[in-house]
Nanobody
Framework: QVQLVESGGGLVQAGGSLRLSCAAS????????MGWFCQAPGKERELVAA????????YYADSVKGRFTISRDNAKNTVFLQMNSLKPEDTAVYYC????????????????WGKGTLVTVSS
């Protein structure tokens, strides 16, 4: 079992920045690809960014390319999402996810979910 705990959400003005963190515990050891999904009210959960087990491969949704950066520290079992130039449409609950392969993440085939952290961007 893997437990994922997100932190770093909050209220920020448009144009501002936030850094989300996801701490993994349990049977981790860098064996999982990690990702961040977002879900706005009334909308489906969407993949925002993903990173392979080694960190060598990343994926970004078109809507966040150039603004968000995903990274990981396998020694600390933590994955990060640096969010810059935030827009009101980025407002959502952001969920950390773990799965065996980054390709699984893109198919929303997730093995473990965190409980989410709320990001609110005011205009």
């Amino acid at each position: 079992q893997v437990q994922l705990v997100e932190s770093g959400g909050g209220l920020v003005q448009a144009g501002g920045s936030l850094r989300l963190s996801c701490a993994a515990s349990g049977r981790t050891g860098g064996t999982y690809a990690m990702g961040w999904f977002c879900q706005a009210p009334g909308k489906e959960r969407e993949l925002v960014a993903a990173i392979s087990r080694s960190g060598a491969t990343t994926y970004y949704a078109d809507s966040v390319k150039g603004r968000f950066t995903i990274s990981r520290d396998n020694a600390k079992n933590t994955v990060f999402l640096q969010m810059n130039s935030l827009k009101p449409e980025d407002t959502a609950v952001y969920y950390c996810a773990a799965t065996l392969r980054i390709s699984n993440m893109q198919r929303h085939q997730v093995d473990y979910w965190g409980k989410g952290t709320l990001v609110t961007v005011s205009s």
